[in-house]
């Protein structure tokens, strides 16, 4: 692979380091990663490329650009597979900042690039995706409940998938009632997210930033699924610990009436239980079959203590809703 990058790159690069899930090397005070994009289309590619360009030039070091090849291209095949090579600065951790300030600031400055974005965008689609996956998983689990199965997995998943339709169809009702009651403010213009955020990502690159995690969305996705990562790990004092992460954020950069509704839909979708069933029966791993049947078990005995966190969540984080005029749903009350 070495000879490889020298062949495209007229690099002499003396060894491969790991960097979370890539292979990085050196050159001085750079650090350059190599991204595998499989059959990644050419026009997803240059919406990331003009994205980054444009979180540098706006002073964002923490993010990694792309290098061409000495032909001009960005795509180069190693081994019959494609890469991409970035670059970035090394030693990012030494300027750390609380991760809720970083994303806030992350997220005020790509929420001012100039161009249209359309293969990235996943903004106003919420509604759409949450609707198309709920009617695939209803179609099933139909089709489970007519085969009476006796395996442990398809009772509890024809147990408890009615309870999860209705926290999906509240989830959604919720995004069209935000739509119809509110306005979006600055803050709610689109911007550069995360497919899925967690505190894992930015820390397994040493705070360098791949567009290749990226899509472009409403500020809040970031923020749901940070907070949803942490209410399902459960570490030491988690609670207080989003109430911080917020606090942080909202420093830089506030969230309309708006965006906590739509915060508040998305953290109310049982994104973690679709997940949890669709992969399950998706692999034919028996180890893996193993694993998503205890996180079954987990999200299951878990859900008084989520339908708390609920139902306490605005109150948590000192929000006026009745000054904002945001309502709570009457179920949780």
């Known amino acids: 692979m070495i000879q490889h990058i020298y062949e495209h790159y007229h690099m002499h690069v003396k060894e491969l380091i790991p960097l979370g899930p890539y292979k990085s090397f050196w050159i001085r005070n750079k650090i350059y990663v190599l991204v595998p994009i499989g059959e990644m289309e050419e026009e997803v ?6 994205l980054s360009d444009y979180m540098n030039q706006q002073g964002d070091i923490t993010v990694a650009t792309f290098v061409p090849t000495i032909h001009g ?26 991760l809720g300030s970083e994303l806030s600031i992350f997220h005020k400055r790509g929420a001012f690039f100039p161009e249209e974005i359309e293969q990235l965008s996943r903004i106003g689609e919420w509604k759409a995706l949450w609707e ?30 009615p ?32 497919e899925r955020f967690t505190p894992l990502l930015w820390h397994q690159t040493k705070r360098l930033k791949l567009p290749f995690e990226w899509v472009y969305d409403h500020p809040t996705r970031d923020i749901a699924e940070l907070i949803r990562y942490m209410m399902i790990e459960k ?14 954020y909202e420093r830089n950069y506030s969230l309309s009436s ?20 669709e992969r399950y029966y998706q ?35 000192r929000l006026p809703i009745d000054k904002l005029g945001i309502r709570k749903l009457d179920w949780l009350s």
């Open 45 to 50: 590619l240059v919406e990331m490329k003009k």
């Open 73 to 98: 291209y960005y795509v180069s095949e190693i081994e019959e597979q494609n890469y991409c090579l970035l670059k970035g600065m090394r030693a990012l951790e030494r300027h750390a900042m609380s």
């Open 132 to 161: 198309k996956r709920l009617d695939q998983l209803e179609k099933f689990w139909q089709s489970q409940v007519m085969n009476h199965p006796t395996d442990v997995f398809d009772q509890l998943f024809i147990e408890s998938f």
């Open 163 to 194: 309870y999860y339709l209705g926290v999906a169809e509240n989830a959604i009702q919720y995004v069209v009632d935000t739509e119809m009651d509110d306005t979006p403010q600055m803050s709610d213009a689109a911007t550069i997210c995360q």
């Open 235 to 248: 570490k030491k004092d988690w609670e207080q610990t989003i109430v911080q992460f917020v606090t942080d």
């Open 258 to 277: 708006f965006g906590w509704r739509l915060l508040f839909a998305r953290l109310l979708f049982p994104l973690h239980y679709f997940e949890t069933v």
């Open 283 to 317: 692999t034919g791993n028996e180890e893996q079959k193993s694993i998503y049947r205890d996180r079954l078990e987990a999200i299951l005995h878990d859900v008084n203590r989520s339908e708390q966190f609920m139902k306490h969540f605005y109150g948590s984080l």
